[in-house]
């Protein structure tokens, strides 16, 4: 009779979330067609804000609070960076749980919470790579509009990157807790999908919204994923007011990851799977 | 015998949620949920000892799945205790899952986008297999299920059959000290069943397993376990060896004889008494047959005896009530049951 294996230690542990975060970026290349659709619809929507904008900036002129070309350059870094951290788990994880397969996920010796960062980063390691083509075709039309303001922007903005990453994984995976009462992921997708794209800043930067969205859009951490980054990146805000940014992106971050974890932990408690 | 798992006064219940028929229906769900109460495990209690191979039975929603969906801490019951390897599985579902192998016939656990082969790398990096426990497994899979042609197919092209041995393969892999297999022959032909409870039984024989089997597939049991138990709508209604339970619920035997001539009337009634002080009864005589029924153990030599005595025998057999027909009886049987 072979002895009982002992815990793994989280360095023991780490060589399974590797494995985990290289399988789950070999079966993103396994979707050729599905990564081509999903990049022409989001180049499809960016293309009809930059319309829109264009429009707005032709009959207002330049009295908005930004440039035209600064908006542009916004718009496109707030693009790829969208583009680069769309996580799916939320999709992937609601149908496992409607069809009972997240039983097999639990039953593995790892986190589940952060097996599904590693899936998460993983599609953001994968887009990034598209992204990095996306990014050629605007730097083409953008040129140095797009380059960041300064070494320390760019130090921070890395920074805020990573940040950034860890609060739109930690908001996705929140939102997955739901799918366990519902046992639907669309709607938990379709709203969480909703507030992205109106409070991001994927359409315009937050200090053009009018001030009661503003304010509502001020007091949630979507901003923290698109926004603040960009808004660092470009130099639009430096020093202490930089700090200050990611420091708020570390709380939210950090603060819905601890969330993440407590909710799953009551979600677990009223699981069910029907069903041999 | 040190104990690999203990149940006592396991309970699970849950809220089903009733939904009204038609449009109408739908859409005053929509305003006012209404619920009931499922008992889908009352008050079961059971041991099994290291390297034992038990077969959980039971009728459809007896509550099979749902034990060993409690005994592997994927769910939470709501009353008594449970142990499995020392962990309590709920809270230390981790750590359980380090020692133990799961097959859900009906949810597999490979990974759909990538080959077989990948899977299995991935299970042994993340469980830390020992290369020469690896080996051992992984090379008894190549050979009793066939693997190698389908090392290098993504899991979604595999058919059931290949998925399903693949998938046994993978939850075997670390030869964990306690297997839970729920259906795993489930749509399976009849040559990979073979296949399947062949690979099982030797993996438990290399690395004394504990295995409790879930199934509907009686042969399942009687070919890779020692003890049943049965449930019903959630109670335990038998556990003990196979051989006891053919005791307990088959009692009856049956001689069958073929005759040269057909049967006469006198010729009968002169065999029914004869048996009759044996222990036996004759219940068919008509034609060429007659059928003796028996329930002593070891009553069989004198009644053929008998037999051979009284008529013209061309040929004889001794049948014995097969599982299955007990199990279905049991399953109809409501006197059974109480």
């Known amino acids: ?276 | 015998m040190e104990n690999a798992l203990t149940v006592e006064n396991l309970s699970k219940s849950y809220q089903r949620r009733l939904r009204q028929p038609g449009l109408l229906g739908a859409v005053k769900g929509l305003f006012a949920s209404r619920f009931e109460e499922v008992q889908a495990v009352k008050g079961l209690s059971f041991s099994i000892g290291r390297g034992e191979k038990v077969g959980l039975i039971g009728e459809n929603g007896a509550g099979k799945s749902t034990t060993l969906k409690m005994l592997t801490g994927i769910i939470v019951p709501t009353g008594g205790k449970l142990e499995v390897l020392g962990h309590i599985p709920w809270k230390e579902r981790r750590q359980l899952a380090l020692n133990i192998g799961v097959v859900f016939g009906q949810r597999p656990q490979l990974l759909w986008d990538i080959p077989v082969e990948e899977t299995f790398k991935l299970l042994k990096t993340m469980y830390r297999i020992p290369e020469d426990v690896y080996q051992a497994v992984y090379g008894e899979a190549l050979h009793r299920l066939g693997l190698e042609p389908l090392l290098n197919t993504p899991v979604r092209h595999l058919s059931l059959g290949q998925r399903m041995r693949c998938d046994l393969a993978a939850s075997l892999l670390h030869a964990p000290a306690v297997v839970f297999l729920d259906e795993p022959t489930i749509g399976l032909d009849l040559s990979v069943k073979e296949q399947v409870r062949g690979f099982i039984t030797d993996i438990q024989a290399k690395f004394g397993i504990t295995l409790l089997i879930t199934t509907h597939d009686l042969k399942d049991i009687t070919e890779t376990c020692d003890r049943l138990l049965l449930l019903d709508k959630g109670k335990l209604l038998f556990d003990g060896s196979i051989r006891a339970f053919e005791q307990k619920y088959a009692s009856d035997r049956r001689i069958v004889a073929e005759t040269h001539k057909p049967v006469e009337a006198s010729a009968a009634q002169a065999l029914s008494q004869a048996v009759g002080k044996s222990g036996g009864k004759v219940i068919e005589a008509e034609g060429h047959r007659v059928v003796v029924e028996y329930h002593e153990e070891g009553a069989a030599p004198a009644l053929i005896h008998l037999i051979l005595q009284q008529l013209q025998v061309v040929d004889i057999n001794l049948e014995k009530t097969d599982i299955e027909t007990i199990v279905t009886r049991i399953y109809r049987s409501d006197t059974a049951k109480a």
């Open chain 1, 1 to 276: 009779m072979r002895p009982l294996a002992r815990p793994l230690n989280f360095s023991e542990s780490l060589g399974g979330y590797f494995a985990y975060l290289n399988r789950a970026l070999k079966a993103n290349f396994a979707y050729k067609a599905s990564t081509l659709l999903g990049l022409f619809t989001a180049a499809l929507s960016y293309a009809v804000t930059v319309l829109v904008w264009s429009h707005v900036y032709t009959q207002k002129g330049s009295s908005l609070l930004m440039s035209r070309q600064e908006m542009f350059a916004y718009l496109a870094l707030a693009f790829c960076l969208n583009y680069a951290l769309t996580i799916n788990i939320d999709q992937r994880v609601g149908q496992r749980i409607r069809l009972g397969l997240i039983a097999t996920d639990l039953l593995k010796p790892l986190d589940f919470q952060l097996s599904q960062a590693t899936q998460a980063l993983s599609d953001c390691l994968f887009n990034s790579f598209v992204g990095m083509g996306i990014l050629a075709v605007v730097f083409y039309f953008l040129g140095g509009q797009i380059l960041p303001k300064s070494p320390q922007a760019f130090g921070l903005f890395v920074v805020s990157l990573f940040l950034a990453f860890l609060v739109q994984y930690s908001i996705v995976f929140l939102f997955i807790q739901g799918a366990f009462y519902t046992y639907s992921g669309y709607g938990i997708f379709a709203s969480r999908i909703a507030l992205h794209q109106t409070f991001s800043g994927l359409q315009a930067p937050l200090t053009l919204y009018p001030p009661l969205l503003l304010t509502v859009g001020r007091w949630l951490p979507f901003q923290h994923v698109i926004f603040t980054p960009v808004f660092i990146y470009m130099g639009r805000v430096e020093g202490a007011e930089a700090l200050r940014l990611l420091g708020e992106q570390a709380l939210w971050g950090f603060g819905l990851y601890a969330a993440g974890y407590f909710a799953m932990r009551k979600a677990l408690g009223q699981l069910e799977i029907q069903g041999g």
